[in-house]
Structures are given as C-alpha cells and as structure tokens.
C-alpha cells in the first residue's frame, strides 16, 4: 500500500521518489516508504481545503465529532501492541516506553472527545432589549501540522485530537525519520469512519514536504513541534499570510534541589529527569541546580548511578534506556560535550559512545554528568537534547531563581524542596510553562502544555489547546433595524425606484 493519504486515498508520490526507514538502535530495515515532494503536499492542501470549504466535517454535531474520536481511542487501545512495536522500531524507544505513550495518546483522544462535547459558545449580555449578541466557536479551518521524531504518535495526537474535535481539516508530515505511527493512526481515523479529505498525510523531508504547510495560502493554522531554528523559520513563513501559528520548541529545563528536600526521590528523579528517552524529551531536566552544601555528596551519588544506568534496544527487558535517533544527532551531542569540556566543564562520566561491541550497531552515548558549569557557558544555554547532565550550585532561593530564569528557553522546570512556602514561592517566580514540584516529568492532558519566552507559541492540551484551533466569532442582532441616521443628505436623497 502507498503511505501518503490525500483525499481519503493512499496514494505514492508524483515523483516515485521513497526512502528507508531504518531502526536507530542496530540499521535494521523497518520500511520504505513514498517521500513526498512539495507537490503532493499542495495536493493534500487542496484535498484539506475542499473537505472544510464543501465536506460534512465542520457541521458535523459536535456529539458525532465526539463519538469519532472515543472510537479513535478505543481502536488505539485495540491496537496497542501493533502501534508500541512500529513506534519503538522507528525511534529505537524501549517497548516499555512505546507502550506508555500510546497509553498517553489513548488519554488525549478520550479528553479531546469529551471537550468536543463540551463545546459551547456564550451569550454577551448587553443590557439592551433590542440588541442579541453572542460568540460563537467555529473550527479556524484547514490546518497544518509538523511532527518531530522523539514522540511521533503522542505529538501528532497532541494536535490531531483538538483539530478534529473542533472541526478542522488537517495535512499532518511526521518527521522523515519516524512515520510509522502517523500512517497507523490515519488507518485509524479512516477505519473510525472520518470522512475523506478530512485528515490528510504526507511524509519526507520539512523543507521540502513540509514547507508548504507554512507557506501555501490555503492554509490556516500551523502547529510545529520542534527545534528552535526550524520553528522561527516556520513562524517567518506563516506570517507572509497571516496564519495562526502554534509552536512547541525546545527547552533547557531546571531542575532545582534544596538541601532540605527528600533527598532519596530527588536523585533518583534527576536522573529520570534527564536520562529518559537519552535525554530527547523537550522538557528533559538537563540542567540540575542544586544548593551548594550538598553539592559534593548529592553529585557523587548521582555519578555513581548514571555510571549504571543499562543501555539497551527496544525489546532488550534489561535495558533502561535507548539510543540516540541518529548518527547526526549522536555527532551533534558528541560535539555539544566536547565544547563543554573546552569551556571548562568537569566532566564527572560518559561523554562518549559506550564501548560495548554489543551496542556498535546503534546510535548509544552514555548518560553524562557534566559538573562545575555557569549560566555563561554555552552547554548551560544551549539544548544537547541527548543525555547530558549540567551541574550549577547556589546558595539562596534568589540565586536559584535568577540561575533558573537564566535562559531563552522557558518550556518547564522543578523544585525539590520540602518547605511547603519556599516551594510555591519558586513556582511562582520561575518563568516557565511547567513547573513540577518534587517531581518531574508528568504531564495531564486536561492542563496546558506550552512554553513562555523562545520556547514557544500558544498551548497545548487543556482547553486552550482546542481553542487554539477555533476561531471565537461575535455574533451581533439588532431587533429593531432602522436607517442608522449618520448621513442626513444621503437618507433625504429620493431612493431608487
Ligand atoms: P526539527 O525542527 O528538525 O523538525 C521538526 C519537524 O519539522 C520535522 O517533521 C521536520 O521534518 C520538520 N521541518 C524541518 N524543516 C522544516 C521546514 N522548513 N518547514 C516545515 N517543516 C520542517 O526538530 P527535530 O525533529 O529534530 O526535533 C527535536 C526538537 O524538537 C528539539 O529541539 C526539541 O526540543 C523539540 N521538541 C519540542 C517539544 C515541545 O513540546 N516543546 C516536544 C518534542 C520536541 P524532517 O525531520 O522530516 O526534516
């Protein structure tokens, strides 16, 4: 079968041009599949755009939108183990992992379609008996969206689910690396019974098979998860157009422990924080804060257990975490220690591949703890998005703050501590999205998702996440129409026979 979706049919691309999908973890064939060009996306804009101009879907009864993505759900869930294997082969995730995340998307599907539900607009109450006015809720129309490599299907569900369930259309491209799950899960919309050209894929390279998402005028929102660089460029593309953007870019996450915490949980959770996934989580607590009297003792600890942390593939019941994505990717990390190092960072463990000739044919790098490090350095300011730990001291709750604040970034941090004042003082004086406290990492699909500062644009989960993908329109009635009397001569003038 063909891997793109236009128009309700799998179709190949106009060039016959395809590429192999290979598991990150040993080379292994995984697929191959149609590489679109910027043609076949133009064509899936089109088949998006006449499917919200002339299609069902955005009249749909929101309790009809509702039902299709409980269904959605419940196909996933059947599904499960198939989506798990194809999301670990393609981005060499252990199983373990793969299986929680289409429990994640499971979760996403379920709250959207009871937002979809839940989908009202209000009156405007004027005071005037002669005046009816509303805001309405209307889908914004089509969308486009961009999906990265490190959680393909949970990052597709994140703006699949909300697009659906206020009644847009949408031409998803997962990254070049990791289409799999985006292709399973169009089967799914399909098999739910979404009508044609509602949900629309295309796969390959972003300059070329995405570009036109933020480009093509027929286009009325774009949602980009991804890297700093690719999302300004997507951003200064949209606006030639005016579109609406979402972006969910890249973070450098603190994660600040006081001396008076629970010790025990805020070790083992640093490394939880920073090694999950080797590190390729947006919201990775790579930059460990850590108050200056327990420094030595805490960072000693920490060594001694990233030194054992298990590297493994996918289906390896041993391992604790995986490989790297790509050779590129292992390349830039590699660089991104090295530089480290150069500027004065202590490195305290890994800083390389691992030497197990068992692991040669995948892209590993060993947890890495990089001690003695400032907000000056550029390992501090700069994502690594592998595994790779910073090590910054403090010594006040205000040298906390100002170190943690210290960053363009500003998707999501912690704080360890157990002074239950000191905790809520930090969060609310740390500047970013999510903070966690006394713990790290999770995520409820019911509260927002977003970064401030260079870490994004808008939100998403949560009900502003599907109000990101409705337009609010002010519904206006006068119950007593009369000539509005502004210009005297023109209302004298005798009307027209
Ligand atoms: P990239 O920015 O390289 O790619 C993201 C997506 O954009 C891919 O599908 C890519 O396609 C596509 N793309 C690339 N260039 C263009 C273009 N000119 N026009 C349209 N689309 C384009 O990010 P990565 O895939 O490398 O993902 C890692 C980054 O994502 C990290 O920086 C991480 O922090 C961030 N991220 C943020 C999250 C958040 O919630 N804030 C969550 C997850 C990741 P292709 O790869 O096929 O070329």
Redesign the pocket.
Known sequence: MADLLIDGRWVPSVTGRTREIRCPADGSLVAVVDEASSDDTVAAIGAARRAFDEGPWPQTPATDRSALLSRVADLLERDVEKIARAESLDTGKRIVEARYDVADVVRCFRYFAGMAQGLSGRVVHTGDAGVLSRIDYEPVGVCGL??????PLL?ASWKVGPALAAGNTFVI?????TPSTTILLMQILQEAGLPDGVANLVL????E???P??EHPDIDLVS????????R??MA?AAATVKKVAL????KNPNIVFADADLDAALDNALTAVFLHSG????AGARLIVEESIHDDFVDALVARAGLIRLGGPFDGNAETGTLISAA?REKVQRYVDAAVAEGAVLRCGGTPPADPALADGFYFLPTILDGCTTSMGCVQD?S?GPVMTVETFRTEDEAVAIANDTMYG?AGAVWSSDASRVQRMARRLRHGTIWINDYHPYLPQAE???FKQ??VGR?LGPTGLHEYLEAKHVYQNLNPAPSGWFAGASAAEAPA
Do not use: D, M
């Not at 390729?280 to 919201?283: G, L, N």
């Open positions: 961009i999906t990265p490599w490190n959680y990052q491209k997962p990254s070049e690396l390959g390279a972003g300059p098979a995405g570009a998402l933020s980009f998860t991804g890297g700093l660089l690719t999302g460029r997507v593309a969910e870019l890249g973070g390729q989580v947006c919201s990717h994502e998005f998707l998702w977003g970064g870490s994004g998403e």
